[in-house]
């Protein structure tokens, strides 16, 4: 079975020094190719120090984490040795850990991960497996402050967690898309506000986002306060895709790598050749064409694309009319393939902007067309961090968002401070200081477009 899932999983990205995946750990019939995908990110010749397995309670309630320190994992291929010294040393000099083993006896969500490291690594191996029984954002704090020393490049966290549970097929897949964004903006107070708005917009048998969201929470605990942490959406599913599911009452499956640029993940970093560039504008302006003539949108055989044009990016569309803007609509999350991202917003930009009017035919000879590719958003705490004119920005305070892209800095001849100020009161809608004690994340873009 499981040469069978890797066999059918997304292939390694290329990234360099990852240090966490979000893999799931529903039953391998409904969830194994998605994790076989996430597993495939990682690097499997390394001999790491340790791999910290880090999943939910499903059956036992408690606030802390039980780190298992009496033994070792048996599975069909074999023994899994566990770190009992790490194990013990955790427990005694961190009051939120504890070596309870009724939270470990009947759990899933630390062993269903075992077999893909069994099958993927080429060196021996030790796990530290964590079961996170906290319900509340401290107590994940707390066990992340105790685990951070260990996010050091010697180690590897694979969180294991499903996201929703039992909403019909295309509500999962939009609140998925959400709750992977979020988790994707490397911010722990994101991912609590999305998943309490999934809450509340009343989805049809919505009972969980995330059922392993104090392990995800604990990651992002970690990594929020580090530089140039990257989170590689690789691959989705949900049960409902599985011949063995229905689609009435489905669960969502991500895997998503987390990687440093500060350790050589930007020598996996993504980039697209001229020849990239071109078929991409190609698309945009045969989609702005078609839709505002006849209404269509094209459809895409994805077979002869490469590779980069399937890779999931968030992108802009941009709309000029005699070097006056005439639409821009972009999307952050990474979750579709670029070129469905791009030909999306093409026809966003083109019919859906609030502040123009649709594009009509005898305009289309005037429009020139540029794209703008997103890397992952990393969160700031001040403003020195921001490279003006390398850097968007984007913010965020409450429920209320804005965004200026990079270029924006050079078209405008703005200051750092003006940037800000602008975005914060012409797109955020939150005052002129607003940034001031909003959120922040920067991105960076491959801006082109037609001559």
């Not at 040795?81 to 759990?107: H, I």
């Not at 990594?223 to 599911?245: C, I, Q, W």
Request: charged share 25%; with cysteine; proline share 5%.
């Amino acid at each position: 079975m499981l040469e069978d899932l890797f066999a059918r999983a997304a292939p390694s990205k290329g990234l360099k020094s990852v240090d966490a995946i979000i893999v799931p750990h529903a039953g391998y019939l409904f969830s194994g190719e998605v994790a076989a995908s996430g597993f495939n990110q990682i690097d499997a010749s390394r001999e790491y120090e340790n791999i910290f397995v880090i999943g939910p309670s499903h059956h036992v309630g408690f606030e802390g984490a039980s780190v298992y320190t009496r033994g070792n994992f048996l599975t069909p291929l074999g023994t899994v040795e566990v770190n009992r010294e790490l194990g013990k040393r955790l427990v005694s000099e961190n009051s939120v850990f504890n070596d309870r083993t009724d939270a470990q006896a009947a759990e899933h969500s630390v062993e269903v991960q075992l077999p893909f490291l069994q099958f993927v690594m080429k060196k021996h191996f030790r796990i530290v497996p964590l079961v996170v029984g906290a319900t509340s954002a401290e107590t994940c704090r707390k066990i992340a402050g105790a685990l951070r020393p260990y996010m050091n490049g010697g180690n590897l966290f694979v969180i294991s967690t499903d996201f929703s549970h039992y909403p019909p097929y295309d509500a999962a897949v939009r609140a998925d898309s959400a709750t992977a964004a979020a988790i994707m903006s490397n911010s722990p107070d994101n991912l609590v506000r999305t998943m309490n708005r999934n809450e509340q917009e009343g989805i049809p048998g919505l009972a969980t986002s995330l059922c392993g969201s104090s392990a995800v929470l604990t990651l992002l605990e970690m990594t929020s306060r580090e530089k140039g942490v990257r989170f590689t959406p690789v691959r989705y599913t949900n049960s409902g895709d599985s011949p063995e599911g229905g689609r009435d009452h489905v669960v969502g499956y991500w895997a998503i790598a987390v990687s440093r640029a500060g350790r050589g993940a930007t020598e996996g970093s993504f980039g697209l050749s001229d020849v990239q560039r071109r078929m991409l504008l190609t698309l945009a302006r045969e989609t702005v064409e078609g839709y505002v003539m006849n209404g269509r949108r094209p459809d895409i055989d994805p077979g002869p694309l490469p590779e980069a044009l399937k890779t999931p990016c968030g992108a802009f569309v941009t709309l000029n009319k005699h070097h006056d803007l005439r639409g821009c609509i972009g999307r952050f999350d990474a979750t579709e393939p670029l070129y469905e991202t791009v030909r999306d917003m093409s026809v966003a930009a083109a019919t859906q902007d609030p502040r123009f009017s649709p594009v009509v035919p005898s305009e289309l000879k005037e429009l020139r067309i540029e794209i703008s590719v997103l890397t992952p958003m990393r969160r700031i705490t001040s403003i020195a961090e921001f490279r003006l004119g390398k850097e968007g920005i984007y913010m965020r305070k409450g429920n209320r968002t804005g965004t200026f892209l990079p270029q924006v800095a050079g078209e405008t001849g703005w200051s750092k401070e003006e940037f800000f100020g602008h975005c914060a009161q012409d797109k955020a809608g939150i005052g002129w200081d607003g940034w001031k004690d909003a959120e922040l994340y920067v991105y960076e873009a491959l801006v082109f477009g037609e001559e």
